[in-house]
T-cell receptor, first 117, second 114 residues
């Protein structure tokens, strides 16, 4: 596609429900990143993939959070048993190179605004 | 742990002024530094990327410099316009086993008044 897309754009859920957030990266991009952004803050790293392999999940806050990218393209970030503190903007980014920091630009999607009531 | 700080947190200037946004980082072992623009309701747009071996990058009215040894970067915006109003984010990449995960500052909210 022309850019990174994310769905849904907005999600309101009740505490205790599970949610799944989808990211569709730029076609052909190897690396895919998930970030979380609280209001007035910069994005914080959650996890990233090269192709279908999850390379680093050290930023996931706890075991209620998981992510997958089974075919090396679309990725899903799942939050189980949501809590009010999970409310934030969840952003996805992709880049073309599966490098060891080769300096490639990350292209961000519009984000999913999650509100847990 | 890498920490990125941006100063000022907010800035309001009249149209036409030249301005400088500042970014500092605590760990100089970075691979690159990126400046992003964030508009409400939209994603982040990459403005400039500076490799650790470079000193500056330019794009139109934007110029970003990097002093890796001192842990500082500046974004210079010439002849500011109301359309430049946005939040500007600085991010550094460690680029080791964690690929290019970015560590962001909290941003500078810029308002350019017509």
């Amino acid at each position: 596609g022309a850019g990174v897309s994310q769905s849904p754009r907005y999600k309101v859920t009740k505490r205790g429900q599970d949610v799944a957030l989808r990211c569709d990266p730029i076609s052909g991009h190897v690396s895919l990143y998930w970030y979380r952004q609280a209001l007035g803050q910069g994005p914080e790293f959650l996890t990233y993939f090269n192709y279908e392999a999850q390379q680093d999940k050290s930023g996931l806050p706890n075991d209620r959070f998981s992510a997958e990218r089974p075919e090396g393209s679309i990725s899903t970030l799942t939050i189980q048993r949501t809590e009010q503190r999970d409310s934030a903007m969840y952003r996805c980014a992709s880049s073309s190179f599966a490098g060891q920091g080769a300096g490639e630009t990350q292209y961000f999607g519009p984000g999913t605004r999650l509100l847990v009531l | 742990k890498q920490e990125v700080t941006q100063i000022p947190a907010a800035l309001s200037v009249p149209e036409g002024e030249n301005l400088v946004l500042n970014c500092s980082f605590t760990d100089s072992a970075i691979y690159n530094l990126q400046w992003f623009r964030q508009d409400p309701g939209k994603g982040l747009t990459s403005l400039l990327l500076i490799q650790s071996s470079q000193r500056e990058q330019t794009s139109g009215r934007l110029n970003a410099s990097l002093d890796k040894s001192s842990g500082r970067s500046t974004l210079y915006i010439a002849a500011s316009q109301p359309g430049d109003s946005a939040t500007y984010l600085c991010a550094v990449s460690r680029g080791e086993t964690s690929g290019s995960r970015l560590t962001f500052g909290e941003g500078t909210q810029l308002t350019v008044n017509p």
